[in-house]
């Protein structure tokens, strides 16, 4: 007999003089289990996976999934998950007694955006302003980026200066799904507060033809800084 509820069996036995005895048997069977099966879907490529099954107290668990997983632990995780590990998860659980329970779950693992920074620039003319950087995607493309993330944000760190030449590093952060990459990109930029000073200019000569006139050259004219850039000297006639 297989008993589906609480149930009692009597037997009777009776012997060759037509004596009976009799016994009783009762059989409890127990309810069936109730299991439940949980993670902390959706997340990103990379991150850990946290699967867990309730109720606690169970004398054994058994976990199977994608990718070839199984684990004999009631909260197993997956350290640096990949796509791989997206699918459903089922844990049988079984209680003292010998029921057993089952419970599934579904996991998805987002796969990070890509993301390529626009290339290094460098900011034209002496002291000129770092420009702003690309707040969508279509405007990062723009500069000569890619992505295929659905948002664009960017961050300057604290510039460096170097003699006359400063470097700042951006970082541009691409969101795909709640997931996010970044990339760098370098800008450098010629900064000088200190206009250059002009020595050794020759005093003014007349001179009666035209001919005599002699070609322009710098000579003796020299020009300082304030020691960190460089100056170059055109001379010119006017």
Known sequence: VSPVVN???TVTGTDANGCTNSAIATVTVGSAASVTA???SPICVGATLNLTSLPAGGTNYSWSGPNSFTSSLQDPTIVGATTAASGTYTVTVTFTG???GTAQTVVTVNALPTITCPPALNVAGCNGAVPAGAATPAAFIA???ATNGTAISYVDGAPSLVGCT????RTY??????CTNTCTQNITRTLDATAPVIAGTPANITYTCAEDVPVASAGSVAARDNGECTVAITVADV
């Open 173 to 178: 952060t691409a969101t795909l799904n709640g």
């Open 7 to 9: 149930s009692t069996y």
């Open 143 to 145: 500069l000569g980026g």
């Open 166 to 169: 400063e470097t700042t590093i």
């Open 98 to 100: 010998g029921c057993t």
């Open 38 to 40: 949980s993670s902390n």
